[in-house]
């Protein structure tokens, strides 16, 4: 993305950016914030058991401060030496549960001591409203994040340092329910900036309109259209994505919710455009009241919420699962794994991301975590690379 590189194959040509993609506001903010969460699909009974921070109230305001501070170690930075890390962050949450009110403030500071060129530092800012009236929930939100990126995201090329972006980010959604029907549009932006390198920044638009059945029971039947547009600083790159989606969603209370959905997606380009069969699939279940588990399929025509000026045809599974202990201990797992098969070329990637988390709440005020975190990416236009990455780390808040 800071660099844009042509790679001649033969009769076409590739342009291979870094990408930002990994970045997203959706995987650094807490479910608290109304537009950017993904909860969830059943409200697991175990969690009103954890202790939570009281922080400090006012009215029905609530705001949490955090500090939370890490030791750890990374066995490949941005594929360098290996180095120590520790890293600081202080964090901010308020919110309003009545107006549906959620604001969060965070920074964060990552050092490598072995290696200072892969420092990394960073700031977040988000809130949203989400508004309940009768027979409609309207939700507005925007979001700030300026930090650096890697090279573990698709479309990318391998870069050895950290790069500076920032992206600002605003959406809005509405819920209308008539009777047996629902309508639910969205409607995003984000714009992305690279400091020194103007000619890097993207604005992506995405539209999307989802029409519900719900006959009274379990099933509710789907109709998703979705549209979304990349403008790019260089003409030619722009794209224009459209889809078409129908399924179903299938909940059993306090049990699992399951939704279908598959169709056809058209990406369009100065540099070529492709159409192909698309779906997704999404599992939440709760086998007894101590676990959780999520599991995520799709096939897409490039990630719609991912920064990239080539197309590709993307096949995804995404898993976690959560358990607590009668102790209060939460274990956490996740892992994603990515291909992308890029359009008009033999070019291919995989990447690969699984999250081990173990939360230990000592008291309303101490919490202790331990995590590992493994990635790998292998591409037949890069060199595999792969990174170990330990930590422990102590939070304290009010």
Same mark, same amino acid.
């Given at each position: 993305?800071?660099?844009?590189?042509?790679?001649?194959?033969?009769? !076409?040509?590739?342009?291979?950016?870094?990408?930002?993609?990994?970045?997203?506001?959706?995987?650094?903010?807490?479910?608290?914030?109304?537009?950017?969460?993904?909860?969830?699909?059943?409200?697991?009974?175990?969690?009103?058991?954890?202790?939570?921070?009281?922080?400090?109230?006012?009215?029905?305001?609530?705001?949490?401060?955090?500090? +939370?501070?890490?030791?750890?170690?990374?066995?490949?930075?941005?594929?360098?030496?290996?180095?120590?890390?520790?890293?600081?962050?202080?964090?901010?949450?308020?919110?309003?549960?009545?107006?549906?009110?959620?604001?969060?403030?965070?920074?964060?500071?990552?050092?490598?001591?072995?290696?200072?060129?892969?420092?990394?530092?960073?700031?977040?800012? %988000? %809130?949203?409203?989400?508004? +309940?009236?009768?027979?409609?929930?309207?939700?507005?939100? %925007?979001?700030?994040?300026?930090?650096?990126?890697?090279?573990?995201?698709?479309?990318?090329?391998?870069?050895?340092?950290?790069?500076?972006?920032?992206?600002?980010?605003?959406?809005?959604?509405?819920?209308?329910?008539?009777?047996?029907?629902?309508?639910?549009?969205?409607?995003?932006?984000?714009?992305?900036?690279?400091?020194?390198?103007?000619?890097?920044?993207?604005?992506?638009?995405?539209?999307?309109?989802?029409?519900?059945?719900?006959?009274?029971?379990?099933?509710?039947?789907?109709?998703?259209?979705?549209?979304?547009?990349?403008?790019?600083?260089?003409?030619?790159?722009?794209?224009?994505?459209?889809?078409?989606?129908?399924?179903?969603?299938?909940?059993?209370?306090?049990?699992?919710?399951?939704?279908?959905?598959?169709?056809?997606?058209?990406?369009?380009?100065?540099?070529?455009?492709?159409?192909?069969?698309?779906?997704?699939?999404?599992?939440?279940? +709760?086998?007894?009241?101590?676990?959780?588990?999520?599991?995520?399929?799709?096939?897409?025509?490039?990630?719609?919420?991912?920064?990239?000026?080539?197309?590709?045809?993307?096949?995804?599974?995404?898993?976690?699962?959560?358990?607590? !202990?009668?102790?209060?201990?939460?274990?956490?797992?996740?892992?994603?794994?990515?291909?992308?098969?890029?359009?008009?070329?033999?070019?291919?990637?995989?990447?690969?991301?699984?999250?081990?988390?173990?939360?230990?709440?000592?008291?309303?005020?101490?919490?202790?975590?331990?995590?590992?975190?493994?990635?790998?990416?292998?591409?037949?236009?890069?060199?595999?690379?792969?990174?170990?990455?330990?930590?422990?780390?102590?939070?304290?808040?009010?």
């Amino acid at each position: 993305m800071c660099k844009k590189t042509c790679i001649g194959l033969g009769s !076409f040509l590739a342009l291979i950016p870094a990408s930002a993609g990994a970045q997203l506001l959706g995987s650094v903010l807490p479910d608290d914030i109304p537009g950017y969460s993904q909860p969830f699909g059943m409200q697991p009974n175990h969690a009103l058991a954890r202790p939570q921070p009281t922080g400090l109230q006012l009215g029905g305001v609530s705001a949490t401060p955090a500090f +939370m501070l890490s030791k750890g170690y990374d066995s490949a930075p941005n594929g360098a030496a290996p180095s120590s890390v520790t890293s600081a962050v202080p964090s901010l949450l308020v919110r309003d549960d009545i107006l549906g009110f959620g604001a969060f403030a965070a920074a964060n500071l990552d050092q490598f001591p072995q290696d200072s060129a892969q420092n990394t530092s960073g700031i977040t800012l %988000a %809130a949203g409203e989400r508004a +309940m009236l009768p027979d409609e929930r309207i939700t507005l939100s %925007a979001g700030y994040l300026a930090t650096q990126e890697t090279g573990f995201a698709l479309d990318t090329v391998a870069i050895t340092r950290p790069l500076w972006f920032n992206l600002r980010d605003v959406r809005a959604s509405d819920v209308l329910t008539a009777g047996m029907f629902s309508l639910t549009p969205k409607i995003s932006a984000t714009f992305y900036h690279f400091p020194g390198a103007g000619r890097q920044d993207q604005n992506i638009r995405n539209e999307q309109l989802t029409t519900a059945y719900l006959p009274g029971g379990p099933i509710q039947l789907l109709l998703r259209l979705q549209a979304g547009q990349t403008r790019d600083q260089q003409a030619q790159l722009n794209t224009q994505t459209n889809e078409v989606l129908a399924g179903l969603v299938d909940t059993a209370n306090g049990l699992w919710r399951v939704s279908l959905l598959a169709g056809i997606a058209q990406r369009q380009a100065s540099l070529g455009g492709t159409s192909a069969p698309v779906a997704q699939a999404r599992l939440d279940w +709760m086998p007894t009241e101590l676990d959780e588990l999520h599991l995520t399929l799709a096939r897409e025509v490039t990630d719609p919420n991912q920064l990239s000026t080539v197309g590709y045809t993307l096949t995804e599974a995404e898993f976690s699962a959560r358990h607590s !202990f009668p102790a209060r201990i939460t274990l956490k797992f996740t892992a994603d794994v990515s291909h992308a098969h890029y359009d008009q070329s033999p070019l291919c990637e995989t990447l690969v991301t699984s999250d081990a988390n173990l939360a230990w709440p000592l008291n309303r005020n101490l919490a202790v975590s331990a995590e590992y975190i493994f990635r790998d990416r292998q591409a037949n236009y890069l060199r595999a690379a792969n990174e170990h990455v330990f930590t422990l780390g102590l939070t304290w808040s009010p």
